[in-house]
């Protein structure tokens, strides 16, 4: 079993940035890739951005390349998000996922929600314009 708590969701402006984090328990955090999804009102739940064991390999959806980076710190079991120039079209549930099987090496893969085994209960991200 594998418990993921996020934290760090809120409201901000339009151009602002946000940490969010993720902290994994249950099973040894450094065997298992990690994802970001994010569901608005009335959509469906999308995927935002995945990393690695190692975090050598990191993907990102178009929307967010360049204004996002995920990382982690195997150390502290915990995966981040780190959201820069926010829009208001980022307002969602974000939810971080557990991978435990960790073999995903594409951007198909890691954004297929199927791969993923854990899900947190997801924390709320409002960007006002």
């Known amino acids: 079993q594998v418990q993921l708590v996020e934290s760090g969701g809120g409201l901000v402006q339009a151009g602002g940035s946000l940490r969010l984090s993720c902290a994994a328990s249950?099973?040894?955090?450094?065997?298992?890739?990690m994802g970001w999804f994010r569901q608005a009102p009335g959509k469906e739940r999308d995927f935002v951005a995945g990393?690695?064991?190692?975090?050598?390999?990191?993907y990102y959806e178009d929307s967010v390349k360049g204004r996002f980076t995920i990382s982690r710190d195997n150390a502290k079991n915990t995966v981040y998000l780190q959201m820069s120039s926010l829009k208001p079209e980022d307002t969602a549930v974000y939810y971080c996922?557990?991978?435990?099987?960790?073999?995903?090496?594409?951007?198909?893969?890691?954004?297929?929600?199927?791969?993923?085994?854990?899900w947190g209960q997801g924390t709320q991200v409002t960007v006002s314009s």
């Open positions: 996922a557990a991978d435990i099987h960790a073999y995903c090496s594409s951007y198909g893969c890691y954004a297929n929600e199927y791969e993923y085994d854990y």
């Open positions: 249950g099973r040894t955090f450094s065997s298992y890739a």
């Open positions: 990393i690695s064991i190692s975090g050598s390999g990191t």
